[in-house]
């Protein structure tokens, strides 16, 4: 399976980390802690596009290291709540913080993509297939480990997507909806049951873009990079990121560069239509400020997933460190096993 971010056995002992805060994690029998989370300097501008004038505008954005984990490749976050946010990991587990520590329930299995439609129904991806949590116990729905993304808009209107098309769930199992022999799908994102967009590449290199309008899929776009994640907030506000660092938007008629900022990309979301970020493998998280996209934070790790509950509630993660705009001022930092 396929992580955004992950690096290589090679590329992880050749990287340089640029240490921007200070992190004390003590991992041990199973116990790790984390020191008081440190502010991020001030964004920077980034692309040709981005003058000081419009910089100056966009608010500090008060990031964070919020936890750093034991080594592990973080691949998927949602948050539900200023106090619930939850984490998937390369070790088979899921953490979870409730605003007073971080909790850990363990699946055995390399976890991958995330979805949910509230913390009382969610979906992961894995080396074994897609789990469901209906908010008591975790259940294996399908066996097929190839899955790269998943996305919820309600609990008759879930999508898996991978390399050769896109599944959705029946109620007892899932179901080929669309299926592509040369459209590689990584990410899909779905604001409401008629509407979502998943993306990906194609034999040739270029992006593909492929639409749900309620009945059925279709390649609604081909771009000249290949997509590596997509956001959609509503009908008419869309936007996905390139490996190459093109940010395209969608308007509820066509797709077009907006950006190009010369960035591995790799994640991208919000929490509605006038607040997104997108996050890059050399550790930056940017942020939309009209037209512009500006950067809020340099993380000195990988980055491959962002969340937002709202403007103010966002988390990032990527190998080993999970990074937020939330205070979590003195709380607890000790995870224990939990039921979740």
Request: with cysteine; hydrophobic share 45%; aromatic share 10%.
């Amino acid at each position: 399976m396929r992580f955004p971010g992950r690096l290589s056995g090679s590329r992880r002992s050749a990287r340089v980390r640029v240490i921007a805060v200070v992190v004390v994690a003590t991992v041990f029998a199973g116990c790790a802690s984390v020191a008081a989370p440190t502010r991020a300097p001030a964004p920077e501008a980034v692309g040709n596009k981005l003058a000081a004038a419009a910089q100056a505008q966009v608010p500090r954005s008060g990031w964070q290291v919020a936890w750093v984990t034991p080594s592990l490749q973080l691949t998927g976050v949602r948050v539900f709540g200023p106090q619930d946010v939850w984490v998937a990991a390369s070790d088979g587990r899921i953490y979870s913080w409730d605003g007073t520590g971080w909790h850990v329930q363990r699946l055995d299995e390399d976890l991958g993509a995330m979805a949910a439609i509230s913390r009382r129904d969610v979906w992961v991806s894995s080396d074994d297939g897609i789990r469901h949590w209906d908010g008591a116990h975790w259940s294996l729905t399908s066996h097929d480990g190839s899955v790269a993304a998943l996305a919820a808009a309600g609990p008759q209107h879930v999508w898996a997507a991978d390399a050769t098309g896109i599944r959705t769930w029946s109620g007892t199992s899932w179901v080929r909806q669309y299926a592509s022999a040369v459209a590689d799908l990584r990410s899909i994102s779905a604001p409401d049951a008629t509407h979502a967009w998943a993306v990906g590449s194609l034999a040739d290199g270029s992006g593909v873009v492929v639409a749900w309008n309620g009945t059925s899929w279709s390649v609604q776009a081909t771009l000249a990079q290949p997509l590596s994640a997509v956001y959609a907030a509503d009908a008419e506000h869309a936007w996905a990121v390139s490996d190459e660092g093109t940010i395209y938007a969608w308007n509820g008629r066509t797709w077009s560069a907006s950006a190009d900022l010369h960035l591995p990309l790799t994640a991208v979301a919000g929490s509605d239509a006038g607040h997104v970020w997108a996050v890059a493998q050399s550790g930056e998280i940017l942020a939309l400020h009209a037209a512009d996209w500006t950067v809020a934070y340099r993380a000195p790790t990988t980055l491959s997933g962002i969340a937002a509950f709202d403007p103010t509630n966002v988390w990032a993660i990527g190998f080993d460190t999970i990074y937020s705009t939330v205070d979590q001022g003195s709380a607890p930092s000790d995870w224990t096993a939990s039921g979740l």
